[in-house]
């Protein structure tokens, strides 16, 4: 009851606020949008929580699901990648891991990753622009000025893009940043906003349900949909709140970097190690977040981390391979105009095939090092059947 009058209160001293003209109706809707989003971040937290607690009271309860044979896991239910056996549960060996990214690779291709990866291309394009805004609107309300939250979001997505891809997106952050006019076109600008920056996650979505062999339940009906866009929403939502979080921390290591710089011969060095190590971190838990809540199966933190650190080291590779390839200029002057967009669109298609790639390994690793994966319950297995039919 206290919590609700809360909430009222704090809905009413913004309408106060919007009636001396102190707000925009796009600062008063981000406010309620964050109020919503901590909200679900707070519900979503909680659930987390819950199922780590049951995995690790589970894992002491039932030790010897580690030793189930082989015969017992082709009969059971869980998602198995065919032709790959179960190997130890122990430490993974180099050996082990070699054979992991063969197997990773030849589930790669048989998925038609670079086709889901051309798709996922096509969904940051019309993507992205939203996305801008809804950032410029939560780093506004938090810096202050379009200007400064401009500046801020393009530090933080350096991170993730090499400087070719990073000019395409400053230039649409110029574009996103001017005003709206109008009080309705601006809360309508909200909304769109919020479903066109779900659709990137919406096909990232799919994409690993085929990947994992699921899909929604057909007699799901509305309730699949909302569920999915409910996810798309939160993880909209978790990319923003990362994002803030990077900043703040970003500050610490800045002080802390001064510091080791003023106390000892070798404190530079030392700091952009944390710096580094820092960035790396952000990356994996991005990734650890897709893993773990996109796809429609049931899968543990302890497979999802292994998935994720690989993932991460092949993206932070993988992004300076790019800056090298797409800083020559070659892959975009020939389209004149259009360049700095397909730059993009070359930039976002290969870090879409190491994340479907990561994706493949961290199912991979599930099947044959870590536990038994199962689609939730919104969700079925899909076998695939090749059937040759007889010559008419």
Known sequence: MRRKLRSENRIQLVVQKRSHGGETILR????????????????????????????????????????????AL???????????????????????????????????????????????????????????????????????????????????????????????????????????????????????ALFGASGIFGQLQDALNAIWDVKPKP???????????????????????????????????????AFLQGVMPGGHYVGLGVFYLFDLAIIVFLFAMIFRFLPDVKISWRDVWHGAVLTAVLFVIGKFILGLYLSSGAAGSAYGAAGSLVTLLLWVFYSAQILLFGAEFTRIYADTCGSLVQPDEYAVRIQKTEVELPQP
């Open 28 to 71: 008063f809707g981000f406010e309620l949008l964050v109020g919503i989003g901590l909200e679900l971040l707070r519900r979503t937290t909680k659930v987390w929580l819950d199922s780590i607690k049951t995995e690790a009271r589970l894992h002491r309860q039932i030790p010897q699901i580690r030793e189930v044979p082989p015969a």
């Open 74 to 192: 082709s009969a059971s239910s869980s998602i198995q990648t065919p032709g790959i056996s179960p190997m130890s549960k122990g430490r993974l060996s180099w050996k082990g891991l070699l054979r992991l990214l063969k197997a990773a690779a030849l589930e790669w291709s048989r998925d038609k990753c670079p086709q889901l990866g051309a798709a996922l291309a096509y969904y940051a394009v019309f993507s992205l622009a939203p996305l801008i805004l809804l950032l410029l609107g939560l780093f506004g309300i938090v810096y202050g000025g379009n200007q400064q939250a401009r500046e801020k979001i393009l530090e933080q997505l350096s991170y993730f893009m090499d400087p070719n891809a990073l000019q395409s997106v400053q230039e649409i952050a110029a574009k996103a940043a001017q005003p709206t006019p109008g009080l309705w076109a601006a809360f309508t600008g909200i909304l769109i």
């Open 219 to 257: 007699k799901a009906g509305a309730w699949a949909f909302i569920r999915s866009r409910f996810l798309s929403f939160a993880m909209v939502g978790g990319v923003c709140f990362l994002l803030l979080i990077s900043l703040t921390l970003e500050g610490v290591l800045k002080n802390l970097h």
